[in-house]
């Protein structure tokens, strides 16, 4: 059994939190934004606890179908963020690289792996997604970024392109290396934390580790190729602006 947070107990969490907070302040980083981060991610959090309960207790495959195409259309719109390139001219691109990707390894996690009974099955359906879009989200920032650096330095698209894919996957391959020696990742620690046996949890994190590493790839991988005609042309550019 997990055990109950108080709210007063959770409040120690955030300690670690204002001491980054107050070194990006004095380092003169621009604080506003990570504030704003974390006032998103406590509300977004806290609501989301409210509307997954309602989601798990109605039970409604058009729901769960609902709430994926809203997760699909928000990661493409983030994993833009960092680009210069407006969004609206890249949109299509990274909504593509993450669907596609996305939708493909989790039908194939929750109907092939797992064989969920009913297929939509809220509680698998729902986190899982969020996991896997989440880490094509990520993988497609990194790379978008990193490719319109490389092109901004006259570097050929082919060589930036593949600079751009090898820095996309760091994150994921660190975790990776890491995972089991230094860190037990969350899928893992949750079903220890409420029970499971560790070496079924394990299964379910080999699971995860290979899903999130697939979707990281195969989404940057598509959105770099998804970007040739934009940057194969401009070999010979000045630096983006």
């Not at 109950?4 to 001491?19: G, W």
């Not at 504030?35 to 309602?54: C, T």
């Not at 809203?70 to 990661?75: A, G, N, P």
């Not at 899928?187 to 699971?207: C, D, H």
Request: charged fraction near 10%; hydrophobic fraction near 55%; charge should be positive.
């Amino acid at each position: 059994m997990i055990q109950t947070i108080p709210f007063i107990n959770l409040a120690l969490a955030f300690i670690p939190v204002a001491i980054v907070i107050v070194i990006i302040w004095k380092w003169g980083l621009g604080y506003k934004n990570s504030l704003y981060a974390i006032a998103r991610m406590l509300i977004q959090l806290l609501l989301i606890g409210y509307f997954l309960a309602y989601i798990f207790e109605a039970d409604s495959s058009l729901i769960v179908i609902a709430v994926l195409i809203v997760m699909l259309f928000t990661s493409s719109w983030i994993a833009l963020r960092t680009m210069k390139i407006p969004r609206k001219t890249l949109y299509l691109k990274s909504f593509l690289s993450i669907s596609l990707s996305g939708l493909l390894i989790l039908i194939l996690i929750t109907q092939g792996v797992l064989n969920l009974q009913p297929w939509y099955l809220p509680s698998y359906m729902i986190p899982l997604a969020g996991m896997i879009f989440a880490n094509a989200m990520n993988s497609v920032s990194l790379a978008g970024e990193r490719i319109e650096s490389e092109i901004s330095r006259n570097v050929p698209y082919i060589e930036a392109r593949n600079i751009a894919l090898r820095a996309s996957l760091i994150p994921i391959t660190n975790s990776l290396f890491a995972v089991g020696l230094v860190s037990i990742p969350g899928m893992m620690t949750g079903q220890i934390l409420s029970g499971v046996s560790p070496l079924i949890a394990a299964r379910y994190q080999i699971m995860v580790m290979c899903m999130v590493f697939g979707a990281a790839g195969i989404s940057s991988a598509f959105f770099l190729y998804s970007l040739k005609s934009d940057f194969l042309a401009k070999e010979k550019v000045e630096p983006l602006t």
